[in-house]
């Protein structure tokens, strides 16, 4: 029930923000004068509507998406009533339209800034310098936390009967004690602890050195046995080594809550690195199409492929119903700034081709008078028509493929 509800929470801050991205363009344009004769939240059948002054505002029976009317938003446009020729939407300057044409995705980017920094003074923003890699970990300080057995082979399972026992809890060690030696080696990181430890042999007597609550102290402990590859080649032959029974405590937290004022700092970084992230996963969009069709067909689904709406909500449910608020937050952030930045590209009929016409419609005409001859005028839209079928075309086909591979073979992020 948890998850049903956080499905409709998060579809319903999806509507909500498509419905702002078309509320941008809407007062923009009152704002400059352009005439704006409908605003609607979804498609199909008008379920209820009520006119203000010149403009139809209302709901429509399928909630995905919205629409605003904006009079002559291209000069081929035949519907344009004599009366409002003035205010036609391709007559005004390209600075104009470009502020309306981009006022949808500036209000997504806007609600993704908003949702960071208050992410980054409540629940708190990844830390940038928590370790990410394996490299980075061998860099923690040995903190560690005690097995409660050693597994005799490289494996993920529960303690057994027959498991030898840890040698770090028969030593007394404890939850949180830092490793500073082993045989008199010192050990200043994670990493060198492994090292020291690869050194020695199962069955030997180990001397530990370890500080406790601020005050250094010794054990000795007689080291178990394991499997395991090469510490510099974790897809190595695994073999036989020494075993303490102790995994590390990461002491760098992942992340990090802060105040008003430094918040903002914290949403710039973080927003500079969703930019990054972001262009590279429309640059990989492409080489995904196999992946998605892979998990349409039966094959396992790849965590890093493209997810629709329908997607986006389900993942969404299941943050909801788990009480992961971050990841619940960083998801609407996510899909904020990724529908952002998509509808810039400058492809028809995204707002983004609307823009690249307008300035090229203006840079041709600068040209042309430099040069002495004759402005060409606007660019026919109805050329670039066959153009524009064959984006909508892709663009239809990837939407179906992400929504068929999140119906039949979702991502999850709480495996069951």
């Known amino acids: 029930m948890a998850n049903l509800l956080g499905v409709a929470i998060f579809a319903l801050a999806i509507l909500i923000s498509v419905s702002l991205h078309e509320a941008g363009h809407m007062l923009t344009a009152k704002a400059f004068g352009m005439k704006v004769t409908k605003y609607f939240v979804g498609f199909g059948p008008t379920v209820w509507s009520f006119k203000r002054g010149e403009t139809e505002y209302g709901l429509k029976g399928i909630p995905l998406g919205g629409f605003c009317k904006i009079v002559g938003m291209t000069a081929q446009d035949d519907d344009v009533d004599p009366a409002d020729e003035p205010r036609a939407m391709w007559r005004y300057p390209v600075w104009k339209r470009t502020i309306v044409m981009s006022a949808g995705s500036i209000t997504h980017f806007a609600l993704a800034l908003i949702a960071i920094w208050v992410a980054a003074v409540s629940l708190g923003l990844p830390n940038p310098d928590a370790p990410t890699t394996d490299a980075e970990v061998r860099q923690e300080p040995a903190v560690i936390s005690i097995s409660d057995c050693v597994m005799p082979k490289l494996e993920q399972r529960a303690c057994a009967p027959g498991d030898p026992a840890s ?36 069955g030997e007597t180990a001397q530990v050195g370890y500080v406790r609550d601020g005050q250094p102290a010794q054990t ?23 075993a303490l029974g102790v995994t590390l405590t990461i002491t760098t937290p992942n992340r990090v809550t802060y105040g008003p004022v430094a918040a903002f700092g914290a949403t710039g970084h973080f927003t500079k690195e969703l930019a990054v992230g972001t262009v590279q996963a429309l640059q990989r969009l492409p080489q995904k199409v196999p992946a998605l069709w892979t998990a349409i067909t039966g094959g396992e689904r790849d965590v890093d492929t493209p997810i629709s709406v329908v997607g986006a909500s389900r993942l969404g449910g299941e943050a909801f119903a ?26 028809l009929p995204l707002d983004g081709g609307h823009i690249a016409i307008a300035w090229f419609e203006r840079a041709r005409s600068w040209l042309y008078a430099r040069i002495g001859r004759a402005d060409p005028g606007r660019v026919d839209y109805l050329k670039l028509m066959p153009f524009t079928y064959v984006v909508i075309l892709i663009g239809g086909v990837f939407t179906l493929l992400t929504i068929t591979a999140d119906v039949v073979n979702p991502i999850t992020l709480f495996p069951r």
Not at 167 to 188: E, F, H, W, Y
Not at 322 to 340: E, Y
């Open 220 to 242: 000795s402990t007689v080291l178990a046995q394991t499997q395991r590859p090469p510490i510099d080649n974790p897809k190595g032959t695994v073999g036989p080594v020494a």
């Open 167 to 202: 040698p770090a809890a028969q030593a007394q060690l404890r939850d949180g004690d830092r490793i500073t030696s082993l045989n008199g080696k010192p050990v200043n990181n994670y990493g060198e602890m492994l090292t020291a430890l690869r050194a020695l042999k199962p």
């Open 322 to 347: 788990n009480k992961a608020w971050l990841m619940f937050v960083t998801l609407f952030i996510s899909l904020n700034f990724f529908i952002g930045v998509f509808n810039l590209l400058p492809l």
